[in-house]
């Protein structure tokens, strides 16, 4: 976690007016019922698996629906929802001795996976963002009290506010009722061993709501990512193009040929997943699918897992 007054900030080098109710402190409270999903691995733009933890034995089924949205600071919205805003089906599996379950979305009606990645590399504008919304369902039914993570603004700068700002991208989001919450930028996955200016093509910023407001509003909390000022800091990069693997080395420091920016949080039953694409300030020379694993709740104390862990591209 980053945070700008309330904390120490945590980086990782490899990736992946809303009021404050004063009311009681909200719990995380895992019982059989209350699934939740803990990983996504997106692989050539596609979501292929999730993985998540439940009551051992417990038998759950994972659905989503997607809908598009228009990133702005000012004027977000979100556009109408695909297919009808139905639930469709990902597909099941019976949480093991660990409480542990997976879908492979391969298996079922996707065999592909689901795409997550916008139709569009566009500012402003509903076909460049793209949310997917998950719900598991377990044997005993959908929680009744299960609501969806709230988000209400996500919002990357232009390319003129970005050449305003020496060339700094950024991502801001605003995000209520979830258990956790991470925001990302990228211009492209990091590489090790790269050291040219640029090469840092990631930055990524993340909280557990749960635990840091444990004792004061507890779950659910408002969070707001901010350049300056909120809760957070906004996750930022210096955008690869003057001296970017794009141009000189395509290989040990690839470049997508967008800016995307990402935003995912997670409550019992419920977690989204919201994407943007934006043009570059200059055009890339080679292009990449989006491979990484979106992290739920990563072990920051321990150094585990970032929330976004990029893989290596194709």
């Known amino acids: ?36 999903v803990r990983t996504s691995e997106v692989v050539g733009n596609n979501m292929r698996k999730v993985h998540g933890v439940a009551a051992p034995g417990l038998a759950v089924s994972l659905q989503f629906r997607q809908r598009n949205f228009k990133e702005d600071d000012r004027d977000f919205d979100f556009c109408g929802w695909l297919a009808g805003g139905v639930w469709r089906n990902l597909g099941t599996a019976t949480t093991g001795s660990d409480g542990k379950w997976t879908v492979d979305i391969t298996r079922g009606g996707f065999p592909t996976g689901v795409s997550v990645k916008p139709v569009s590399v566009v500012e402003q504008n509903c076909s460049g963002g793209l949310y ?39 991502v801001e989001a605003d995000v209520a009722r979830a258990d956790t919450i991470a925001a990302a930028i990228s211009d ?44 957070l800091v906004a996750p930022n ?46 055009e890339a020379e080679t292009s990449f699918n989006i491979n990484v694993n979106i992290n739920g709740l990563p072990n920051i104390s321990c150094g585990g897992n970032p929330f976004f862990s990029f893989l290596k591209v194709s």
């Open 188 to 231: 492209g996955p990091d590489m090790p061993g790269t050291e040219h200016p640029g090469s840092d093509d990631i930055d990524e910023d993340g909280i557990d709501v749960c635990k840091v407001y444990e004792d004061l509003t507890g779950c659910g909390t408002p969070i707001e990512f901010r350049r300056v000022g909120g809760d």
């Open 1 to 36: 976690m980053r945070q700008n007054s309330r904390g120490k900030r945590i980086r990782f080098v490899m990736l992946s007016a809303v009021a404050i109710f004063l009311a009681a402190p909200v719990p995380r409270v895992f019982t059989a019922t209350t699934p939740i």
């Open 237 to 282: 990069i210096q955008e690869d193009f003057e001296t970017g693997g794009s141009v000189l080395d395509p290989i040990s420091d690839p470049e997508f040929d967008f800016i995307t920016g990402m935003v995912q949080a997670h409550a019992p039953s419920r977690s989204f997943i919201a994407i943007a694409t934006l043009p570059r300030l200059e």
């Open 132 to 170: 997917t919304e998950l719900q598991v369902v377990s044997t005993a039914g959908v929680r009744t009290d299960a609501q969806a993570p709230l988000l209400s603004m996500l919002n990357v700068p232009s390319r003129d506010a970005s050449r305003g700002n020496g060339n700094q991208r950024w």
